[in-house]
């Protein structure tokens, strides 16, 4: 029979697992939207119950699946966690109180987790994880009747896994369209296989020195999520907890009906003393102001799928770029201890901006920005040099988010990624910080920050093109509103003007300029005097000599 400490191996083993072959499933994430982000959410769910499940040792099979079940619910991120932390909530359900993980409760299991997972999301598509997860269930069920023991039960189960995940296609018509299965049932398949190298062999699978290479080489180089276009209905993949407060005495179901109103892909799933909620939706205010209701928020995440969209289409597009990789490098890093509660990893380029951030608290700069982007081994190890125990982590560039998010499960310490698309929102998402709230309360401050701030660019084209419906030239001043080119100019000056009163609103009171290393003191003071005459008498001015590359100037309006 299967106790603890071998059920908790088996985890473990699963997370590590699903860590190899992230970005295998990511690639075939592209129902219900090609945001390719399936592995990494399965990922980290499993890799926050891991970290939770390391501490236990001689505990019976009932508590091991007890502290599994709350971790995965309480780490669970985005559809594909949730429905994952369910179908292994059957556990703590189906062993109930037995010091072992028997046969018949390990049937139970499968079927306990497989009803909750139905019962959870709003409208059961057949193609997906839960399909994957019935049929193995089913086959549990049938080597049950058959006398099997929980070996060979739990072999039965990944058989029956392994032949749903291979008809997905058939079940479900854009699988078959993008010549794919479906990413949550291929990642439940990873991680049941996972479970049974400690059940069959006794062997705890280890995370990759580079799971990153191993997952590119498995995914054979074809990004589904980044070359299948299909409509995204809805933009905010929304999800929180909401610490349920002991007076309300409001049912979780009213929170559910009231998110269908607003989206799509809700799961909603409570305990006694919490509610997980994940919703796609344009409105995120709104899931947030009626979840309010019911208690407090935490682990609060917004996400673009429009964004996150984009950037599987330039991976998929960068990759096909590049030559065949290097053996992979080899060397060590040492964290350092951390010696306070707090600190700060920003992602910038140029010297002035670097002294900017440190100015504003920064403990570690990582060097990139446009064309430059960090790894998330740089950014990694940025954060391990960080002697705190939660370090915030500003990207300060669309592109870099995914790559910071990447360093959250496998960091000593905790990570938050503030989602900081420019350098003028990481400067605000700085300036928000309060010492003196909690590190939940302040993630909730900064991201809001960035929200204030409208970000303005001029540079220059590198060569000639066609850019957001723009006929660019070589040489041609771009302006950049919010990332999009909003005109072309052959006067830099007169660039900069025409884009700061398309910025400066009747309630804006602040403007920074940040010049960079291409223009001159003079140009700088030049434009600096426009700048006072015109906008001066509404607006506090400060000019910044960042010495950013790419970028003449980076203009921020709040």
């Given at each position: ?19 190899n072959h992230r970005k295998a499933v990511d690639d075939l994430n592209i129902f219900p939207v090609p945001d390719g982000d399936t592995g990494t959410n399965m990922s980290m769910t499993l890799s926050n119950a891991a970290r939770e499940l390391e501490k236990l040792s001689g505990e019976t099979a ?251 289409k330039h991976d998929a597009q960068e990759a096909k770029k590049k030559p065949a990789k290097s053996a992979d490098r080899t060397e060590t890093f040492t964290p350092v201890e951390p010696t306070k509660p707090y600190g700060f990893v920003s992602v910038c380029a140029g010297n002035g901006l670097e002294e900017l951030f440190c100015d504003l608290g920064v403990d570690t700069i990582v060097s990139g920005g446009q064309t430059m982007n960090p790894s998330t081994d740089d950014i990694l190890k940025a954060i391990e040099s960080t002697p705190a125990e939660t370090v915030f982590v ?165």
């Amino acid at each position: 029979m299967i106790n603890g400490d071998l059920l908790r191996d088996a985890w473990i083993s699963a997370a590590n697992n699903i860590a190899n072959h992230r970005k295998a499933v990511d690639d075939l994430n592209i129902f219900p939207v090609p945001d390719g982000d399936t592995g990494t959410n399965m990922s980290m769910t499993l890799s926050n119950a891991a970290r939770e499940l390391e501490k236990l040792s001689g505990e019976t099979a009932s508590k091991v699946a007890s502290v599994n079940s709350s971790a995965l619910l309480r780490g669970a991120r985005g559809n594909s966690g949730v429905i994952t932390s369910l179908l292994f909530r059957g556990f703590a359900k189906g062993i109930g109180n037995d010091e072992y993980l028997t046969s018949e409760n390990l049937k139970n299991a499968f079927a306990f987790g497989v009803e909750a997972a139905y019962k959870a999301v709003m409208k059961p598509t057949e193609g997906t994880i839960l399909t994957v997860a019935r049929v193995a269930s089913e086959y549990a069920a049938e080597a049950f009747t058959q006398g099997k023991d929980e070996l060979a039960i739990f072999e039965y189960a990944i058989e029956g896994a392994k032949k749903a995940l291979d008809e997905t296609p058939e079940l479900l018509p854009v699988l078959k369209k993008a010549g794919v299965v479906d990413a949550g049932g291929r990642g439940f398949v990873i991680i049941l296989e996972g479970m049974l190298s400690v059940f069959k062999d006794g062997v705890i699978i280890k995370g990759a020195a580079n799971a990153e290479s191993e997952s590119e080489s498995e995914s054979e180089s074809f990004n589904a999520a980044g070359e299948f276009e299909t409509e995204i209905t809805f933009t905010y993949c929304t999800e929180f907890i909401v610490n349920r407060d002991s007076e309300c005495s409001k049912e979780p179901n009213e929170l559910r009906m009231f998110l269908e109103t607003i989206g799509d892909c809700v799961v909603v799933v409570d305990d006694d003393e919490i509610i997980k909620v994940h919703v796609h939706t344009d409105h995120p205010g709104n899931a947030i102001e009626n979840a309010l209701t019911f208690g407090q928020l935490v682990h609060l995440k917004i996400e673009n799928m429009r964004d996150q969209h984009e950037r599987q289409k330039h991976d998929a597009q960068e990759a096909k770029k590049k030559p065949a990789k290097s053996a992979d490098r080899t060397e060590t890093f040492t964290p350092v201890e951390p010696t306070k509660p707090y600190g700060f990893v920003s992602v910038c380029a140029g010297n002035g901006l670097e002294e900017l951030f440190c100015d504003l608290g920064v403990d570690t700069i990582v060097s990139g920005g446009q064309t430059m982007n960090p790894s998330t081994d740089d950014i990694l190890k940025a954060i391990e040099s960080t002697p705190a125990e939660t370090v915030f982590v500003l990207p300060n560039n669309k592109n870099i988010i995914m790559a910071a998010e990447q360093a959250i499960p496998i960091s000593t310490r905790k990570v938050i990624v503030i989602h900081t698309r420019t350098i003028p929102q990481g400067i605000s998402a700085m300036l928000s910080f309060d010492p003196d709230s909690d590190d939940n309360a302040n993630a909730i401050e900064m991201q809001k920050a960035t929200e204030r701030v409208a970000t303005g660019q001029v540079t220059f084209a590198a060569r000639d093109a066609d850019f957001d419906g723009f006929k660019i030239k070589q040489g041609e001043i771009m302006a950049l509103l919010g990332g999009k080119v909003t005109f072309t100019d052959t006067d830099l000056e007169k660039s900069v003007l025409k884009l700061l009163k398309k910025m400066v609103k009747s309630d804006s009171e602040f403007i920074t300029v940040i010049y960079g290393e291409d223009v001159t003191e003079a140009q700088a003071e030049s434009i600096q005097a426009q700048i006072n005459e015109k906008f001066g008498s509404k607006c506090e001015i400060t000019f910044i000599n960042g010495g950013q590359p790419i970028y003449y100037y980076i203009l921020s309006v709040e």
